[in-house]
């Protein structure tokens, strides 16, 4: 059983950054891929960004260039570095973990971008 609690969402203003931060405890975190995905009011949750067990990085084009997934491994952290931050990323963002045979979440974190 892994969980996962996510911190760093706030109110920024549009072009600010935040830094979102994922920490486990329990399983085996770096065998894990781990997930951003976040979920707007009305709107589906939808992938925003992943990286694998072996630091393979990928993200939707909405955010190419502007976040930036990362992992430390030895602290059991992945972290999401929000740089230009639009009105358009305002949601919940949540964590997930993808195992062989099991996933987890956490419980989310709400990122607001207005002025």
């Known amino acids: 059983q892994v969980q996962l609690v996510e911190s760093g969402g706030d109110l920024v203003q549009p072009g600010g950054s935040l830094r979102l931060s994922c920490a486990a405890s329990g399983g085996i975190f770096n065998m894990y891929t781990m997930d951003w995905y976040r979920q707007a009011p009305g709107k589906q949750r939808e992938l925003v960004a992943t990286i694998t067990s072996g630091g393979i990085t990928n993200s939707v084009d909405s955010v190419k260039g502007r976040f930036t997934i990362s992992r430390d491994n030895a602290k059991k952290t992945v972290y999401l570095q929000m740089n230009n931050l639009k009105p358009e990323d305002t949601a919940v963002y949540y964590c997930?973990?993808?195992?062989?045979?099991?996933?987890?979440w956490g419980q989310g974190t709400q990122v607001t971008v207005s002025s």
């Open positions: 997930h973990a993808r195992g062989r045979w099991t996933d987890f």
